[in-house]
């Protein structure tokens, strides 16, 4: 059975996805949005059970889910955020395949270039003498803001953090003077006292 766009890509970046493992329906691994150190809170490193990221298919569509956060796009919107290069050429691909635009999960190459900031919207023109030709949008840097005049303003209020009452501090304060009465009885026990 030969394997889709998708399924290749997903070939070509398993080996960078930690503890990828390929199910019947769906590629599981770690998490790269909460689980992307490989370990857990406590230090220790994931079990392969543990992995929550998922990329499967419904109607023809690949997805991202991960059960453990919640994140969930569109498989071109993974690759867009963690794989930006591969990005360029599954749109690329899916552009010749004629499969981008509109009512599709994936732009245009020419969406997506305009969207980067590669493409002009400003067509070039080719053959006319340089004096004829229309000149191209240059972008121009943003004019400076002129400074208001000085006037007299109000003082900034910085809000503080809620005070503590005094039983608080002493309460936090008494354990404070146990631990210290703790390790002088300890030490006064070393010596001989």
Request: aromatic share 8%; charged share 20%.
């Given at each position: 059975m030969p394997k889709t766009l998708e399924e290749n890509l997903?070939?070509?970046?398993?080996?960078?996805?930690?503890?990828?493992?390929?199910?019947?329906?769906?590629?599981?691994?770690?998490?790269p949005y909460c689980q992307s150190s490989g370990r857990d809170k406590k230090g220790k490193l994931y079990a392969p059970s543990a992995a929550k990221g998922f990329l499967y298919t419904v109607d023809n569509a690949w997805n991202y889910k991960c059960h453990k956060c919640s994140a969930g796009h569109s498989f071109e919107k993974f690759l867009e955020i963690f794989y930006p290069l591969l990005h360029f050429e599954y749109v690329r691909l899916r552009d010749q395949l004629g499969t981008t635009g509109f009512q599709t999960n994936c732009p245009s190459l020419e969406t997506l270039l305009r969207k980067k900031g590669m493409l002009c919207s400003d067509p070039l023109v080719f053959g006319l003498p340089r004096q004829l030709q229309q000149p191209q949008h240059i972008p121009q840097p943003p004019a400076a803001r002129p400074k208001p005049a000085l006037t007299p303003t109000a003082p900034m209020v910085t809000n503080l953090p809620p005070m503590r009452s005094p039983q608080q501090q002493a309460g936090h304060q008494s354990r404070l003077?146990?631990?210290?009465?703790?390790?002088?009885?300890?030490?006064q026990e070393r010596q001989g006292y």
């Amino acid at each position: 059975m030969p394997k889709t766009l998708e399924e290749n890509l997903i070939n070509h970046i398993s080996p960078s996805l930690l503890l990828y493992s390929e199910q019947s329906n769906a590629h599981r691994f770690l998490c790269p949005y909460c689980q992307s150190s490989g370990r857990d809170k406590k230090g220790k490193l994931y079990a392969p059970s543990a992995a929550k990221g998922f990329l499967y298919t419904v109607d023809n569509a690949w997805n991202y889910k991960c059960h453990k956060c919640s994140a969930g796009h569109s498989f071109e919107k993974f690759l867009e955020i963690f794989y930006p290069l591969l990005h360029f050429e599954y749109v690329r691909l899916r552009d010749q395949l004629g499969t981008t635009g509109f009512q599709t999960n994936c732009p245009s190459l020419e969406t997506l270039l305009r969207k980067k900031g590669m493409l002009c919207s400003d067509p070039l023109v080719f053959g006319l003498p340089r004096q004829l030709q229309q000149p191209q949008h240059i972008p121009q840097p943003p004019a400076a803001r002129p400074k208001p005049a000085l006037t007299p303003t109000a003082p900034m209020v910085t809000n503080l953090p809620p005070m503590r009452s005094p039983q608080q501090q002493a309460g936090h304060q008494s354990r404070l003077n146990h631990l210290v009465k703790q390790r002088q009885q300890r030490r006064q026990e070393r010596q001989g006292y």
